[in-house]
């Protein structure tokens, strides 16, 4: 079939500006326009060629995916050797490798290249006249196996050279990565459909690009950096590594844009200590730095050494991973309540410290990794994030090794031990009284939304609990003025206005009450649903969970955590303990007998009330059966306007929902 020749143009020019978009989103890190314009250009191309497939060449932007799956992968040789490099651990280290450098040169002082070194998987690309043909892994340096067609699926790598003036034959080395979030996203992929995951971002990288199956390397977030050629020929380069790099990125390839020119062995460390410092907000893993004499001619009159280059060398960070015994899992209870199983390990050296317990965050996190006690494991920390089991050398286990389970009871307090649909922790339930617990149940029961016991803060708290005097929320109330104004920062009349304020304090409302619980799952707006349904609180915690479902907004995990919680003899000791010491709220009647007009409507409350604070207004809604929401919407049946309203009274007025001032309130609070 002929081509007609607009067609042939267009699809010339659909290739070119592809080319051209590819390199701006994926080189430059700079798209100049939105994917669906970009996804339009690709679709057009792919009609064309579909319609004339004479149009099809291979280093077109719809041929990067669409080969045969391989049996196996054929073996390339290296002409010119992939090296590996030595290797520098400590300062001086590398100051011996400028100090030779610049020995044999016969300089005072060399001009490094520097650049990160990333944790990936090193592969050779082979362009000629600009056209890709292959692609390899180093494999041992001197052969590697031909990944051509895994290679043309990643999208950081040009098909085709852009721009002029490259050699005839171009060999470009690189790392091929996959960046942090692109593994994250992989390993959720993998775990929804049951699969096993990836340990680290290189082994999903090296996974990914030895895929037979060039379609499931395609579906993989793969990235290429290119750090430098290999064989050229036909053309000149220039005498610079560093205008090399930028050479290559001019033709289309992605280098590194934390690479830099430095002078002399300082200038080597105070780069180490650049890249060490934001290592972990970097958006890939590196493993370390390597520093290259930035002159080709002087590269040349070093040579090599054995299987390493003289004017190059990696200089490594501590390691992140290393492998340990697990002696044991403990389990900490958190100030939440959330139980947290830790790997008890050998001491290892990893990330720069030494280490000696590990987090392995939740019994799923457990069971996915199989972990025993016993076990050989691996051991990842990077920067400050806290140490974390990666994975089970399943090999080195010993005969017998127990799975492990988590407790059905607290080890702190020896309350209920609950999980709850759709949570990944498992969390006691001696809310009230777990030591593990005790300061944060403290700091929310006296907050200014729940019992509102002005002047106890949180340092307050923690002296309070550290000293011994407050075991649980019900002690708050037994403390002496003497006994206050003894703690630190206390005088006579700080300790005689806190007095004051936990004995005003107790005369509350039902509502807050329940919210000062620190019931899971139970927020303000439920605590107060449940206090205007119930009544009481005796009715409250007789209640099952199908009487708990009754009363609105209260669904099946909510009901199941208020049973649990009342279900626990220390939590209903704490109660009663707080009944006796005076905290009390006036009685009402349970909205399900009362027959309020207000059940059920909505609310919303805006500007400032003098009667009544909007916290007051607010919990005599609920307490009504009403609903008090925070936005005015077509639902809304009722906002109440104080004064400078705001916008939610614009709209009001535009969604024409009916508004009360507060006299029409109270008027209706009456009713």
């Not at 049996?71 to 010119?80: A, P």
């Not at 890249?275 to 958006?283: E, N, T």
Request: proline share 4%; charged share 25%.
């Amino acid at each position: 079939m002929t081509i007609p020749r607009d067609v042939e143009r267009r699809a010339a020019e659909l290739r070119k500006q592809i080319e051209h978009h590819n390199y701006l989103y994926y080189v430059l890190d700079s798209p100049e326009i939105p994917d669906a314009e970009y996804d339009r250009m690709l679709r057009e191309l792919q009609h064309l060629e579909d319609e004339f497939p004479a149009l099809v060449i291979p280093e077109s932007p719809t041929q990067r995916v669409g080969a045969q799956p391989l049996k196996q992968f054929n073996e390339v040789r290296h002409e010119l050797p992939m090296l590996s490099l030595g290797n520098a651990f400590n300062p001086d280290e590398v100051a011996d490798f400028d100090r030779r450098a610049r020995e044999r040169l016969g300089e005072d002082e060399i001009e490094y290249a520097a650049e990160p070194k990333l944790d990936g998987l090193a592969i050779s690309l082979l362009y000629e006249n600009g056209v890709l043909m292959r692609g390899a892994t180093r494999g041992d340096g001197t052969w590697g196996e031909d990944v051509t067609q895994n290679v043309r699926t990643i999208e950081s790598i040009p098909l085709r050279l852009l721009g002029s003036g490259y050699p005839a034959v171009l060999e470009v080395r690189g790392e091929a990565i996959m960046a942090r979030a692109g593994f994250e996203l992989l390993n959720a992929r993998q775990r929804d459909k049951g699969e096993k995951t990836f340990v680290n971002p290189r082994n999903a990288a090296a996974g990914s690009l030895r895929q037979l199956d060039p379609r499931i390397t395609a579906a993989r977030p793969l990235q290429f950096y290119c750090y430098g050629p290999g064989r050229i020929d036909g053309g000149t380069v220039p005498g610079r590594h560093s205008e090399l790099l930028a050479r290559l990125r001019e033709w289309g390839l992605r280098i590194n844009e934390e690479s830099a020119v430095v002078h002399g062995a300082q200038g080597c460390l105070d780069y180490y200590a650049r890249l060490a410092a934001k290592r972990d907000a970097l958006a890939y893993d590196i493993d370390g730095v390597v520093y290259k004499v930035n002159r080709a001619d002087q590269q040349r009159a070093l040579g090599f050494v054995s299987r390493a280059p003289r004017w190059a060398i990696a200089h490594k960070f501590p390691a992140q991973e290393e492998m340990t015994r697990l002696l044991d899992i403990d389990v900490q209870v958190g100030r939440t309540g959330a139980l947290t199983p830790v790997a008890r390990l050998e001491s290892v050296f990893v990330g720069g410290v030494t280490v000696s317990n590990a987090t392995l965050h939740n019994q799923d996190e457990i069971e996915r990794l199989d972990v025993r006690k016993g076990d050989t494991v691996v051991v990842r920390r990077a920067g400050d994030v806290i140490p974390e089991v990666v994975s089970v050398v399943k090999e080195k286990r010993r005969r017998g090794a127990r799975r492990f389970r988590m407790p059905t009871h607290c080890p702190v307090c020896g309350s209920e031990v609950v999980r709850l649909e759709g949570e990944a922790a498992a969390r006691c339930t001696g809310g009230l009284f777990c030591a593990a617990q005790r300061k944060q149940a403290i700091r929310h029961f006296v907050s200014r939304r729940a019992m509102d016991v002005d002047g106890l803060g949180e340092k307050l708290v923690e002296q309070l609990v550290d000293s011994g005097l407050v075991r649980n929320v019900s002690d708050v109330y037994r403390i002496s003025q003497q006994q206050f104004a003894a703690l630190e920062r206390m005088g006579e009349t700080s300790a005689a206005n806190l007095v004051a304020a936990l004995e005003k304090s107790k005369s509350t409302t039902f509502g807050r009450f329940i919210f000062a619980l620190g019931i899971r799952q139970v927020g303000e707006t439920t605590a107060h649903t449940l206090a205007a349904h119930f009544g009481t609180l005796d009715a409250l915690m007789a209640a099952d969970d199908e009487q708990l479902q009754q009363a609105p907004d209260v669904g099946p995990i909510v009901a199941q955590s208020i049973c649990t919680f009342f279900a626990q003899p220390h939590n209903r000791e704490v109660i009663e303990n707080l009944r006796a010491s005076g905290v009390h709220w006036p009685a009402e009647t349970p909205a399900v007998t009362r027959g309020s007009v207000l059940a059920g409507k909505s609310f919303v409350l805006t500007g400032t009330l003098e009667s009544m604070t909007r916290d007051a207004a607010k919990a005599a809604l609920i307490a009504r059966g009403a609903k008090v929401t925070a936005s005015v919407s077509k639902k809304t049946d009722y906002v109440v306007i104080g004064e400078n309203p705001g916008s939610k009274l614009d709209k009001a007025q535009q969604l024409e929902v009916p508004t009360l001032d507060e006299t029409g309130l109270l008027k209706l609070l009456e009713r």
